[in-house]
């Protein structure tokens, strides 16, 4: 049995953590007000960029995870979450003379500055200019700085359960399907994103950085014409959209959902792992039977 830490214990912290507890792990969760935190996971309050609540963290811990989420799309919001955040929970760790096996560290595919459809790994360039991407990987390089073994994790786009805003949007007939190149997304249902994280903490000699993306980089426009079909609705129109300024970061509010890349997630699978969705059409179709 090992004893987790997950830092900024979100949706996908309390679903890692539910999963960790079931397969007999022990398990705390970090956050602010830990009280809506599901059974199976202690509650551990605290403020990852107050130092002073971080000085009672459980002893003895073999593994960590960082998966905490900026609370708002702004510069301070980012470099909180992703800078500052991990600054002190590694200084905590380091105080109390931790000696955890495993880091993990929740990062994001919006590192990477491409987006004109190129293909992108592990090895490719991580120049975004974005105020997130910058944070985002300080972060990564806070932790792989650490005295202890530490993996980043690069998410895609993330949905399942109330992450349905696609969704919501073809229902609702304000979706718009871009013109012009195909504009590719990469996704991950969140659930995989828990199952990833936990195959990472097991994985022996994992490498220190994953994709974690589904099998699938879809453009955006074929992935709002099938949900269209799926509810029964017309399909949404065609909206033109101005070209991308040069330098711009995929980070700009008005270009996130600009931003064009195709995902690799082949060091993930070589690793052994196996999506329950390996399709956004397997994903949103499970969340549309839930609907029902």
């Not at 997130?132 to 690069?154: F, N, Q, T, Y």
């Not at 609702?172 to 190149?181: D, E, I, K, L, S």
């Amino acid at each position: 049995m090992a004893r987790i830490l997950i830092a900024g214990c979100g949706d996908v912290g309390a679903t890692l953590g539910q999963d960790l507890n079931s397969a007999g792990h022990e398990v705390w969760g970090l956050k602010r007000h830990p009280a809506d935190l599901p059974p199976g996971i202690r509650p551990l309050a605290a403020d990852l960029t107050d130092p002073a609540t971080l000085n009672a963290l459980p002893p003895d811990l073999d593994a960590v995870v960082y998966s905490a989420a900026a609370t708002g799309f702004s510069e301070a919001a980012y470099q909180a979450a992703y800078v500052t955040g991990v600054h002190n929970l590694l200084e905590a760790l380091r105080e109390a003379g931790q000696q955890p096996h495993q880091m993990l560290f929740a990062s994001s595919t919006s590192v990477y500055a491409q987006h004109q459809g190129e293909w992108v790994d592990e090895d490719s360039p991580a120049e975004a200019e974005s105020f997130s991407g910058r944070c985002i990987r300080v972060g990564e390089r806070l932790m792989w700085d650490s005295p202890w073994p530490a993996v980043a994790v690069r998410f895609g786009g993330i949905y399942g359960p109330g992450r349905t805003r696609l969704i919501d949007s073809v229902r609702a007939g304000t979706a718009a399907r871009p013109a012009g190149p195909p504009l590719y997304t990469n996704r991950i249902h969140r659930d995989d994103c828990a199952r990833v994280l936990e195959h990472l903490l097991f994985l022996l000699g994992p490498a220190p950085l994953y994709l974690a993306v589904d099998d699938d980089p879809a453009p955006l426009g074929e992935v709002l014409s099938w949900l269209a079909t799926q509810l029964g609705v017309p399909e949404p129109p065609l909206a033109a959209h101005p070209p991308l300024k040069p330098g711009a970061g995929i980070g700009d509010p008005a270009l996130r959902m600009r931003a064009s890349k195709r995902c690799r997630n082949a060091r993930l699978r070589a690793s052994g792992f196996q999506f329950r969705y390996p399709s956004y059409r397997d994903g949103y179709a499970a969340l549309l039977r839930l609907a029902d």
